[in-house]
């Protein structure tokens, strides 16, 4: 596909390395000559410098043969007329625009943008994403990654295994015998830094990362089988008071009445906007790597700390204090290329990339095909991915102990109709099956072949 991307922010250039890897054919827009210089130097990525919402800009870029426009600057305004002029003067089939202001956002004027109003097909909110993320992860305190797939039918859970996990050098094979009922499977292991699918015969060690794919209704009950069973917190302080936080805080007053919550902003006026929007929060002006902020804001007694400014560095490094001031759980906002990484050796429990979460938002829309859910994980080693099975699928007919999958990919389960079903070697994929399955980076494209989906779409 021929993609253009206005906005090389770390948003815009996430998104355009990946497509870029997938073979797409990738312009990217921004005003920065210094940011498009630092891309096209490092990737095989056209750079033009410019306005994104210009048309001689996009026309430069390619516009009359693009196959999607994705307007991903810091200004929705931008954005939104970038999608305009795509549409009326350039007729690209699909745009996509990044909303943050929530104002655009809110219910009454969700109708601004149905078919017809604007020239915008699918709006991206990164900062509702995020926000929606960390709320999974307080709710599954045990889980450093928690992504519904399937209307939440499905969850796939990031689990590490601590020395008392009471199924390491447990082969996988047994865990089935085990526990029959359980609907999970174990679909993915990192160890050592290395992500691998796993065969029946292995054996998950302490210290391993791994991801489990699973019924939602099981996803308490698979994380006490893992070795964790924390409780969602009741004392919630939020480093930050910007859209991810105010979001955050204001989803924890609607979902539960009793939690307490702070907020720690650094900007004063700031402070006193969001604490006009809270019912029950108390909103704290000053830095969160001050000690007396901290213990006013009680962190001695704190369950979980969220750390979502717009600095990484701050963001680790309070979140790295909370842990030392005892909270159970602390997460960290970290934006920067390569960083994410670093969060299990930190001692946090979660690193929230909005690159991932933007990236899942869109690469489902830019491989079309049947595929309806993507998620990166490990950095873009693996990802977790939902895809409706067609009639064409050559897998239809036979039992998946006859099919040979991919070497590095393994199913989960199978959505048919309601139920979520664990398979077996007896079982049959059947047509409109939903699967939700984990592949590694490499053996993406031979999906395609499994699902019959154009390899275009891969």
């Known amino acids: 596909m021929k993609i253009i991307i206005c906005g090389a922010g770390q948003v815009g250039r996430g998104i355009a390395e990946r497509l870029s890897l997938e073979e797409n054919d990738v312009t990217l827009i921004d005003t920065s000559e210094e940011l498009i210089q630092l891309i096209s130097s490092s990737r095989d990525i056209q750079g033009i410098v410019g306005h994104g919402a210009h048309p001689d800009v996009l026309e430069r870029a390619g516009a009359e043969d693009a196959d999607m426009i994705i307007a991903a600057t810091f200004v929705d305004e931008v954005n939104m007329m970038a999608c305009e002029v795509a549409h009326s003067v350039f007729a690209i089939p699909t745009k996509i625009a990044r909303i943050r202001s929530q104002a655009y956002l809110l219910p009454e004027y969700q109708n601004m943008f149905s078919s017809g109003k604007v020239a915008i097909d699918v709006i991206i909110s990164p900062e509702i994403a995020v926000g929606e993320m960390v709320l999974r992860r307080l709710a599954l305190p045990g889980a450093f990654e928690a992504i519904y797939f399937v209307d939440e039918k499905v969850i796939a859970l990031g689990i590490k295994l601590d020395d008392d996990c009471p199924v390491v050098n447990t082969p996988l094979t047994q865990l089935t015998e085990l526990f029959p009922d359980l609907t999970a499977v174990v679909v993915a292991i990192v160890?050592?830094?290395?992500?691998?699918?796993?065969?029946?015969n292995d054996q998950m060690l302490a210290g391993d990362h791994v991801f489990v794919i699973g019924d939602q209704a099981d996803a308490s009950r698979t994380l006490a089988l893992f070795g964790h069973e924390e409780k969602p917190p009741q004392h919630v302080i939020i480093g930050g008071g910007g859209n991810i936080g105010l979001y955050v805080a204001e989803k924890l007053e609607e979902r539960n009445s009793s939690i307490k919550i702070?907020?720690?902003?650094?900007?004063?006026?700031?402070?006193?906007?969001?604490?006009?929007?809270?019912?029950r929060a108390m909103v704290l002006h000053g830095s969160i790597l001050e000690d007396e902020i901290l213990r006013e804001a009680g962190i001695d007694q704190t369950d979980a700390f969220v750390a979502v400014t717009n600095d990484d560095k701050v963001n680790i490094l309070s979140a790295m204090i909370a842990k030392e001031h005892g909270s159970s759980q602390a997460m960290s906002?970290?934006?920067?290329?390569?960083?994410?990484?670093i969060g299990s050796r930190l001692g946090l429990d979660a690193i929230i990339d909005p690159r991932t979460v933007t990236i899942s938002s869109i690469l489902k829309h830019a491989r079309r095909g049947r595929i309806l859910g993507v998620h990166p994980v490990v950095g873009g080693q693996g990802e977790i991915v939902e895809a409706d099975v067609l009639e064409t699928s050559p897998m239809i007919g036979h039992k998946?102990?006859?099919?040979?999958?991919?070497?590095?990919?393994?199913?989960?389960?199978?959505?048919?109709?309601?139920?979520?079903i664990l398979p077996t070697g007896d079982t049959e994929i059947k047509a409109k099956d939903r699967v939700v399955l984990f592949a590694l980076a490499e053996q993406i494209q031979k999906l395609q072949h499994l699902f019959r989906v154009s390899l275009e779409y891969f």
């Open 191 to 200: 160890r050592d830094g290395k992500t691998f699918v796993p065969h029946s």
């Open 262 to 279: 702070r907020i720690i902003e650094t900007n004063e006026s700031r402070a006193e906007q969001v604490s006009e929007k809270l019912n």
């Open 333 to 341: 906002l970290v934006s920067s290329l390569g960083v994410s990484s």
């Open 400 to 420: 998946l102990r006859d099919t040979e999958l991919p070497d590095g990919v393994r199913l989960g389960v199978i959505v048919r109709g309601d139920k979520v």
